[in-house]
């Protein structure tokens, strides 16, 4: 059963950095390699949204409102992959979610949440 380890969650001010990572428990490393993995966030009141995406041909994608501020990147060696935030908002103050999918599957796993929060 893959499970998911986040971490790196905090309160930073406006303009602050964090890193979130997400550790792939129990997943063999052609599997790591070979998945999907995305960030997602929701704040209260608001539905889930997808903040990057990591794709297993290497390409990365980002909500229009982080693009240039936010990184997602992996580290195959650790299983474990990162979502760098820096400039923060108060707007990306939500609870971040790491999921990924393994290759032909059509099950999503998630990690327990971290929560980010923004002071302004």
């Known amino acids: 059963q893959v499970q998911l380890v986040e971490s790196g969650g905090g309160l930073v001010q406006a303009g602050g950095s964090l890193r979130l990572s997400c550790r792939g428990s129990r997943m063999i490393l052609s599997t790591f390699v070979g998945a999907t993995w995305s960030w997602y966030r929701q704040a209260p009141g608001k539905q889930r949204e997808l903040v990057a995406k990591f794709t297993s041909g290497g390409r990365t994608d980002y909500l229009d409102s982080v693009r240039g501020r936010f990184t997602i990147s992996r580290d195959n060696t650790k299983k474990t992959v990162f979502l760098q935030m820096n400039s923060l908002i108060a707007e990306d103050t939500a609870v971040y979610y790491c999921?990924?999918?393994?290759?032909?599957?059509?099950?999503?796993?998630w990690g327990q949440g971290t929560q980010v929060i923004v002071s302004s």
């Open positions: 999921s990924t999918r393994m290759k032909d599957s059509v099950t999503d796993y």
